[in-house]
């Protein structure tokens, strides 16, 4: 499977940033790839206000990223914001398939930590989604998801050979490298290829200092058996890269942590023992 990471840095205009899609799917797609991922707020960037800019999957912005994969025979997945519960918004992904079709993910876990809030102003979403991308299953996630591991084991579990993870990852110290771990323990938490795509690093230092989570880079793959197969720096790049389904069968065969997984109780008191 040819997939295509495109680690963009997203503006507040929708327009401008579904112009940069455009750019960016017609690359991938004249180098072969089936599938295109953007990051997280590919629609508008992190520290704004986002209610105004939310649309619905059938408002002008979905329908120009639909119109985007279908002129180039690709699957886009992109981060978006749509209208949610209690005046909030949800962070969407959006799935748009080269014959037109348009599915949405809303993110589950949000982002309430290191002071940022993020449920303040976006409502979670409670259902976890795969897509079929030229017959492989295909699981979304969503920046923050990838530090529950039990998301990543149940998308594999529902047949997910491939999990992308849409990010504007929040600065601070040592938040690339747990990024980075992050990405390659779901590997092999669901024995699957993870692929993580996050804003590239702003070029303001005025929001690479903000509490809002604008973006680091450092976008990877890491295969079902945790090695790291593409890695990026911290600049806007798009890259293509090949990936052999053949090594998702091995790892399930030889690591097997969905066939050995088991049930299990813990004591509700703990109790002490003597030695």
Request: charged share 20%.
């Amino acid at each position: 499977m040819r997939i295509a990471m495109a680690q963009i840095t997203s503006g507040t205009d929708p327009d401008d940033n579904l112009r940069l899609v455009a750019e960016h799917t017609a690359a991938a797609s004249a180098d072969g790839a089936v599938l295109v991922v953007f990051p997280e707020a590919t629609m508008c960037r992190f520290g704004v206000p986002l209610g105004p800019v939310a649309q619905s999957l059938d408002g002008p912005w979905a329908t120009g990223v639909s119109q985007i994969a279908v002129e180039n025979s690709v699957t886009v997945i992109a981060g978006m914001f749509t209208p949610g519960d209690d005046g909030r918004v949800a962070n969407t992904l959006l799935v748009a398939a080269p014959d037109g079709t348009r599915i949405g993910y809303d993110k589950i876990h949000l982002y309430d930590a290191f002071g940022f809030r993020e449920s303040a102003t976006v409502a979670p979403g409670d259902v976890a989604r795969t897509v079929t991308v030229d017959g492989v299953r295909i699981g979304l996630a969503t920046c923050y998801d990838i530090r529950f591991p039990a998301l990543f084991t149940a998308l594999a579990q529902n047949g997910a050979e491939v999990i992308v993870v849409p990010a504007s990852w929040g600065a601070g110290r040592g938040k690339v490298e747990q990024w980075r771990t992050l990405a390659t323990a779901r590997a092999l938490d669901s024995t699957s290829y993870v692929v993580a795509v996050g804003q590239a690093e702003p070029a303001d230092e005025e929001l690479r200092a903000s509490k809002a989570p604008t973006g680091v880079g450092h976008s990877q793959i890491s295969d079902p058996f945790g090695s790291v197969v593409a890695s990026y720096t911290g600049e806007q790049r798009l890259g293509v890269h090949d990936l052999d389904l053949g090594v998702v069968a091995k790892a399930r065969e030889q690591l097997a942590v969905l066939a050995n997984q088991r049930e299990f109780r813990i004591e509700p008191t703990p109790v002490a023992y003597e030695l």
